[in-house]
């Protein structure tokens, strides 16, 4: 092994994984070099989630970036040689028909967003896969995009280190451990491990589910947790012996059950002659903090690869066993069966992005296998160019407030959120149950006596309507629009509509208190505002005037929408609460990255915003 550096351009954490393997190669792919990349076991990786990952891909979500990142994935698959696009089903059962709509909304999503997804019957569901009961099914949907990472995602990890390493712009290093990171002004500087330190000017944090240790270094913490995923094989299968196949039938989904299944082809191939059956837990998901995790030498099969009791799973399976009998057929290969441990989120998406507190420090954390080389290409992009070509607002790191990275409250988000990852269908406007009630307006009271219909959104209380107000129903009558569906109906109140319609031909005040808001002062802070928004903010005539605006990127795309208040010393800048974090730490990179002379400060528990609208509001208020 080459002696170990002691300055490099960029550190990788955990080369080893697909995604830390993936940036490697889109970094140099954008032109950097002097990259090194360490991990704490073997590269590729022999102890993380890529190393017992079921490497299959879905091109279907109703998320466009999700769609984008596994599409780009598999075409990357692909031109490497390691795919193998046999398609996949997903399946609807007799009975549950909201697992069909959920199936139908899917198909919506697929025609919107570019892929293939059709609608499929039962009998081509049979003629597709032999092994389903066809009685069972009312209908599904066929992905054939899908497919698998042949022969594992693991493979494909080494071999992109491998490619690196030939091209002289990457250095490898495994079994070296991350002690701790070294910070100087605000800014990462170098990587302490255990065969000594390095320099750095970027440091990108691939750790999978080690990554929140990682981050804990410099005060930060990650919104992601690893869970349980109960990973069974039954055999011997012996259907596809002799053919060379990693995989022969198409993958399953039955996520009613929120269950999979596939085959692993011929019995001569590394895991051949056998049937996997996965589940995700709905009721009791167990998780694992990162620093409950075993060493290399204190597990089993690895850290990532715990015991699996089979009375966790036997509810499920016997339901898996109604669809496909084969699976009570074959016999149960205890000794390869296991949890293996993957991650979920507080939210549903990655942590992703540079660190809120120190620059230069870049996070890539809670990736699947579907989404490693597209996410790398994101990372990559995003650190060459300051900006992506998609959006990616939902995976930034920026997007959490300091309560969201609270451990309790990323536990118990993450629970809820695992118990959602197949079933049941998760609704665009699903408000979550846990970490509620952190954020309440001075209102609070009083709109619990109207009767609020209250959702969360960045931690705040924020009425949808109220009960005291549907009295306007009647008023209205047929005005005010009914969603039949009950799909579309749910988590809305058609009172909001009427009092909408009140609001328009009168006076209405609507409480926006969760909106975020931060200062800008200082001798540049106006210059700054003129460099980051479209509007013109500076000049006399605009203190005193509230200024609808959008944040513009260095290409000119649109980053955020807003109000700015030009004070004489100062501007205030009024934020959704969604956007807040992100254009906040947006603004104060882009300040220090062009040099301008500013102090920015949140304000947001300072005051409250309250909106005043309709044709009598200028009436009403004087």
Request: aromatic share 10%.
């Amino acid at each position: 092994m080459a002696e170990f550096p002691k300055k490099a351009k960029v550190v990788i954490v955990g080369l080893g994984g697909i995604v830390g393997a993936s940036i490697a190669h889109h970094l140099i792919e954008r032109g950097w070099d002097d990259i090194v990349g360490i991990d704490k076991s073997g590269i590729p990786t022999d102890i993380g989630s890529t190393a017992h990952a079921s490497d299959f891909c879905y091109t279907t979500s109703h998320d466009f970036l999700s769609c984008w990142t596994t599409l780009y994935s598999i075409d990357f698959y692909e031109k490497m040689g390691h795919y193998a696009r046999i398609g996949g089903l997903e399946v609807a059962r007799v009975g549950d028909d909201s697992r069909m709509e959920e199936i139908k909304r899917k198909i919506a999503s697929a025609k919107a967003f570019g892929t293939r997804a059709r609608l499929i019957e039962p009998a081509e569901i049979k003629e597709k896969f032999p092994l389903i009961e066809e009685a069972i099914v009312q209908g599904g949907l066929w992905d054939p995009d899908a497919g698998l990472v042949i022969p594992r995602s693991q493979t494909v990890a080494g071999k992109l280190v491998d490619q690196a390493e030939a091209s002289g712009k990457l250095k490898s290093f495994a079994n070296t451990s991350a002690r701790s990171l070294v910070v100087k002004d605000g800014r990462i500087s170098g990587v302490v491990t255990d065969r000594g330190t390095i320099e750095a000017d970027y440091v990108i944090v691939c750790a999978g589910i080690w990554g929140r240790l990682i981050a804990e270094m410099v005060g930060e913490d990650l919104p992601v947790m690893p869970i349980d995923h109960p990973l069974t094989f039954f055999g011997p299968y012996n259907e596809f012996a002799g053919t060379g196949k990693e995989i022969g039938w198409p993958l399953l989904r039955d996520q009613g059950n929120s269950a999979y299944m596939r085959d692993t082809g011929d019995p001569k191939t590394a895991e051949g002659g056998q049937i996997e059956w996965g589940y995700y837990e709905e009721t009791n998901p167990r998780l694992c903090h990162p620093r409950d995790l075993l060493e290399k030498d204190q597990a089993r099969l690895s850290p990532s690869q715990r015991d699996l009791d089979m009375e966790q799973i036997l509810a499920p399976l016997e339901r898996a066993m109604e669809l496909t009998p084969i699976l009570g057929e074959l016999g149960y290969n205890e000794s390869h069966s296991f949890n293996g441990l993957l991650q979920v989120t507080a939210d549903g998406g990655p942590s992703m992005g540079e660190s809120q507190k120190v620059r230069g420090l870049w996070y890539a954390v809670a990736i699947w296998v579907k989404d490693g080389p597209g996410m790398g290409k994101l990372i990559a992009d995003w650190m060459t160019d300051g900006r992506t070509a998609i959006d990616h607002h939902a995976i930034d790191y920026a997007r959490f407030y300091p309560h969201q990275t609270k451990e309790q409250f990323i536990w118990d988000r993450c629970t809820e959120t695992a118990m959602k990852v197949y079933n049941p269908a998760v609704h665009p406007r699903e408000p979550f149950s846990k970490g509620r009630n952190i954020r309440r307006s001075p209102f609070w009271e009083r709109e619990k006596e109207l009767g609020g219909y209250f959702m969360e959104l960045g931690g705040w209380e924020r009425a949808h309507g109220y009960a005291a107000n549907e009295h306007l129903l009647e008023k209205y009558g047929n005005r005010v629009p009914v969603r039949e569906n009950e799909w579309d109906n749910r988590h809305f109140w058609r009172v909001s509509n009427a009092e909408h319609l009140a609001m328009s031909e009168d006076c209405g005040i609507v409480n926006l208190s969760h909106f975020a808001m931060y200062d800008i002062e200082g001798p540049d802070h106006v210059a700054l505002l003129e460099w980051l928004c479209a509007a013109k903010i500076g000049g006399d005539n605009n203190i005193g005037k509230g200024i609808y605006t959008h944040f513009l990127d260095e290409e000119g795309m649109v980053r955020a929408d807003f109000t700015v208040i030009r004070m004489a010393d100062r501007c205030r800048l009024i934020d959704g609460a969604d956007a807040g974090p992100r254009d906040f730490q947006y603004t104060r990179r882009t300040a220090q990255d062009k040099g301008f002379d500013v102090t920015i400060t949140d304000v947001t528990e300072k005051y409250v915003t309250i909106g005043i609208w309709g044709p009598n509001a200028r009436a009403t208020l004087q």
